[in-house]
């Protein structure tokens, strides 16, 4: 079990969930909109934003503050660190090239997955993921590929923690069947996703051994009629398969990584 934390700085508490507002209502919010939504004055929101400001992490516009491009730098640092990213990207952009479909790599951290690189082959469908976007591990193919590769103890946590919320009627909200679905995925190398989170859309994950790096999972994503069409399904298998090896010899012989 994680050791309990310390309560920390309220101050900074309060900054991160302006960051957070601005970020769940796309990215622009006005000082109105941000104190009704968080329950706070006015002149606090203000003087948060105006600190926040100062360190590049938002910028006032006539439309109220958005995030700044500080928060770019900053995630690319955060997604290049430990090298797992950029020995996977190549890779993740042949995949799609090779299917035509959207192809993804995702990252867990605390207990929810960010997606930290998508391609777009030919025929890649549009849907709603967007780099440093997170979700909850359950509802995706990706996800559950992630979970698949940590003890059950900590999934039990992170259920724990997030609970199993429902995005679609096919979604996962039983927790002994999510730890079925784990085991077979750990047997198969595979994960699945039909409709669990968005209606009309399909995906096949696999799960990367990075090692002692952070945990991740590579997937493509395509509308569930091509992922249940005949030899669909086993060639989706086949090419994350393979990309999914390449990846981990890459890892094993890339020796230590500086970003």
Not at 113 to 139: C, F, K, N, S, W
Not at 141 to 150: D, E, P, V
Not at 153 to 163: A, L, S
Request: aromatic share 6%; net charge negative; proline share 2%.
């Amino acid at each position: 079990m994680h050791e309990p934390k310390t309560t920390g700085v309220q101050a900074t508490k309060t900054s991160l969930r302006i960051v957070s507002a601005i970020e769940e209502r796309g990215g622009t919010a006005t000082i109105t909109e941000l104190a009704g939504e968080l329950e706070l004055a006015k002149s606090t929101v203000y003087k948060h934003l105006l600190t926040l400001e100062t360190a590049g992490v938002v910028v006032a516009g006539d439309d109220g503050y958005r995030l700044g491009l500080r928060c770019l730098n900053l995630g690319g640092i955060a997604r290049r660190y430990d090298g797992v990213y950029e020995i996977a990207r190549p890779e993740v952009r042949k995949m799609a090239d090779e299917t035509g479909e959207l192809a993804n790599l995702m990252f867990e951290e605390g207990g929810l997955g960010t997606y930290v690189y998508t391609a777009r082959g030919e025929r890649a469908i549009d849907v709603d993921t967007r780099l440093g976007q997170r979700v909850y591990l359950h509802t995706t193919a990706l996800g559950k590929a992630l979970l698949s590769s940590l003890p059950d103890d900590r999934v039990t946590e992170i259920v724990d923690e997030h609970g199993l919320p429902a995005e679609t009627e096919a979604t996962i909200t039983d927790r002994e069947e999510l730890f079925a679905e784990l085991e077979e995925i750990r047997e198969e190398g595979f994960a699945f996703n039909r409709e669990e989170r968005v209606g009309g859309l399909g995906c096949v994950a696999a799960p990367i051994d990075t090692g002692d790096r952070r945990n991740a999972a590579i997937s493509i994503m395509t509308p569930i009629s091509r992922l249940t069409a005949d030899r669909s399904e086993s060639l989706y298998t086949d090419v994350l398969g393979q990309t999914a090896n390449v990846i981990e010899l890459n890892l094993a012989h890339a020796g230590e990584w500086q970003a």
